[in-house]
């Protein structure tokens, strides 16, 4: 073969190595780039579901600690009435604080539900009988005995929540 031929063979083949080296190239570039893509948007979207559960979080600590408040002044109301007539059944609570307990409870209820953690989660809604079996005690002994739990008890889940709500940060 002469000279020409060789060239014209030497070219086709660097053509087709530099051609087959910018497609493989190109090729890892783009797996890349969709590789880093799809952790953004994994981030992206672990961003999202941990401020949704550090809102969340925050919301119902409030709500717990609106509810403690509100089964706090039932419970004072219970006792003036208990006080003055010695009956602890004849409990008459106001239809304004009632409907302030059924709205708070109602919204502990769905912020519960949206807890990511399942023990938090079930913590948190047995508090929520608790507070309901302290509102609705049938004896003063009782209704002292259960205010005395509940009080323990939001003690120890107000820090549960807040490690939660740090482990969302």
């Known amino acids: 073969m002469d000279s020409i031929t060789w060239g014209f ?3 086709l083949i660097g053509t087709i190595v530099g051609a087959s080296a910018s497609i493989f190239t190109t090729k890892i570039n783009n797996k890349n780039a969709i590789r880093i893509q799809e ?5 992206e979207r672990d961003e999202r579901f941990r401020k949704f559960q550090r809102d969340n979080l925050l919301e119902l600590q409030d709500k717990l600690s609106n509810g403690m408040r509100l089964v706090a002044r039932a419970y004072v109301k ?4 208990y006080k003055a007539a010695s009956d602890w059944t004849s409990s ?7 409907n302030e307990i059924a709205v708070c409870f ?3 209820s769905i912020r519960t539900e949206r807890v990511d953690d399942d023990k938090l989660r079930d913590e948190i809604a047995q508090f929520r ?3 309901t079996e302290c509102l609705i005690a049938k004896s003063f002994e009782s209704a002292n005995e259960r205010m005395a739990d509940l009080t323990l008890i939001f ?3 107000m820090p549960k929540l807040g ?3 740090r482990e969302n940060y």
């Open 9 to 11: 063979i030497g070219t």
């Open 155 to 157: 003690d120890q889940k």
């Open 39 to 43: 952790g953004i948007e994994r981030n």
């Open 163 to 165: 490690v939660a709500l």
């Open 129 to 131: 009988r608790k507070m």
């Open 92 to 98: 008459n609570l106001s239809s304004e604080l009632n």
């Open 78 to 81: 219970d006792l003036e009435n």
């Open 106 to 108: 109602r919204e502990v």
